[in-house]
């Protein structure tokens, strides 16, 4: 078994495996190999999960990346209703993967979906999901292409980067080349650069209403103990009027005996002396 086997077996299991994995591969290698595999980078928790997609549901990632090739082919024709439903059904996909990813956190989550994000925009980006060995998650700003340096544990296959690319990225080639005459290259950056930016915006909009729920839940839970605490002490405030009023009852007929007893110790008194 070579490097690139071994490495694809060891990026399909769990982050948390991975070094023990890791090591256990490289004592069952030769020297040259075990040294080479030792020097295989641990996946983020959202790299694993993407490479974990890759492997469990890759009609998942196929199906995003296949949007990818469909909105750079709808950029290049300038087909704004192909455009608007190309990136509605991004969310939708990036939605649908993000349920694929149980007990991930919210910040691994919204990596995940900044990696695929990438991967919709740029090929390279693509390729790297593709590939099923990722080490770090991507990130597109939405101008520059995507840095995929280090980003996957092993060059990426000439084969795997155009299984990541269908032949429709052909017709987009050739949608952009009939449309050069009609738009510069750099109109029709500043468009893709603009939407890119809303797409942006969007997703910090949305990452912030997430917080202000996350807020809400939080003060919602503290209210709730603060009426529970208000209903306990309601209770207590009842339960002490109650032995007010017995004290009160109490005291009174306390009062009462002793005014008797007074009174018997008087009469005692007088009928003392009448003896004398």
Excluded: C, W
Excluded at 203 to 220: G, I, K
Aim: glycine share 4%; proline share 3%.
């Amino acid at each position: 078994m070579g490097l690139r086997e071994v490495a694809d077996e060891l990026y399909g299991k769990p982050a948390g495996d991975f070094t023990a994995s890791r090591n256990a591969a490289a004592s069952g290698a030769d020297k040259s190999l075990a040294k080479e595999i030792k020097a295989l980078r641990k996946p983020s928790a959202a790299a694993a999960a993407i490479n974990a997609l890759v492997r469990e549901h890759p009609e998942v990632i196929d199906a995003i990346l296949e949007v990818g090739d469909r909105m750079r082919e709808a950029f290049a024709a300038r087909d704004r209703d192909e455009i608007r439903a190309a990136t509605a059904e991004r969310q939708r996909l990036l939605q649908s993967a993000s349920r694929h990813v149980e007990g991930a956190s919210a910040s691994v989550v919204r990596e995940i979906e900044e990696t695929l994000q990438a991967a919709v925009i740029d090929p390279a980006a693509a390729a790297a999901v593709h590939s099923g060995m990722l080490v770090r998650g991507l990130e597109s700003t939405g101008v520059d292409q995507v840095d995929v340096t280090d980003a996957v544990a092993l060059p990426i296959d000439p084969d795997a980067l155009q299984r990541s690319a269908p032949a429709r990225a052909d017709r987009a080639a050739a949608a952009t080349k009939q449309k050069e005459s009609a738009e510069s290259a750099s109109d029709r950056r500043e468009r893709e650069r603009r939407i890119r930016s809303a797409e942006k915006a969007l997703e910090h909009a949305r990452a912030a209403a997430d917080t202000l729920d996350d807020e809400l839940d939080e003060e919602v839970d503290r209210r709730s103990d603060l009426e529970a605490e208000r209903d306990d002490l309601a209770r207590r405030l009842e339960r002490t009027q109650d032995e007010l009023t017995e004290s009160r009852a109490a005291e009174r007929e306390l009062r009462r005996r002793i005014t008797q007893a007074h009174a018997a110790v008087r009469e005692a008194e007088k009928a003392l002396r009448a003896t004398q």
